[in-house]
Nanobody
Framework: VQLQAYGGGLVQAGGSLRLSCAAS????????MGWFRQAPGKEREFVAA??????YYADSVKGRFTISRDNAKNTVYLQVNSLKPEDTAVYYC??????????????????WGQGTLVTVSS
């Protein structure tokens, strides 16, 4: 599956964005989808995941970010609200098709999008 993330941009603190990740292929619904982010000089970190059993969030984004998917459109979304300067990062979407590990770990995912930059100004 090929993934393309978009929707990032420059926003003031407290603002919102909706990130989207479009997937190719006809079996999108079988993939667990996740969002990760990587800030300058930092490691890539888990943000959110959506599975058949529910959604999962990093503690740092709970209550502010919402992950959702539209299988008919082969798209996963990340609604990001109440943005803070520390949310500044490149956001990546990812897909896991073999369910072989923790969905909080980047190593679990098989496919990655190219990333979309979110910059939050104070």
């Amino acid at each position: 599956v090929q993934l393309q993330a978009y929707g990032g941009g420059l926003v003031q603190a407290g603002g919102s964005l909706r990130l989207s990740c479009a997937a190719s292929g006809r079996t999108f619904s079988r993939y667990v989808m996740g969002w990760f982010r990587q800030a300058p000089g930092k490691e890539r970190e888990f943000v959110a995941a959506i599975t058949w059993s529910g959604t999962y969030y990093a503690d740092s984004v709970k209550g502010r970010f919402t992950i959702s998917r539209d299988n008919a459109k082969n798209t996963v979304y990340l609604q990001v609200n109440s943005l803070k300067p520390e949310d500044t990062a490149v956001y990546y979407c990812a897909a896991d098709g073999d369910y072989s590990g923790s969905w909080l770990a980047a190593s679990t995912y098989d496919y990655w999008g190219q990333g979309t930059l979110v910059t939050v100004s104070s």
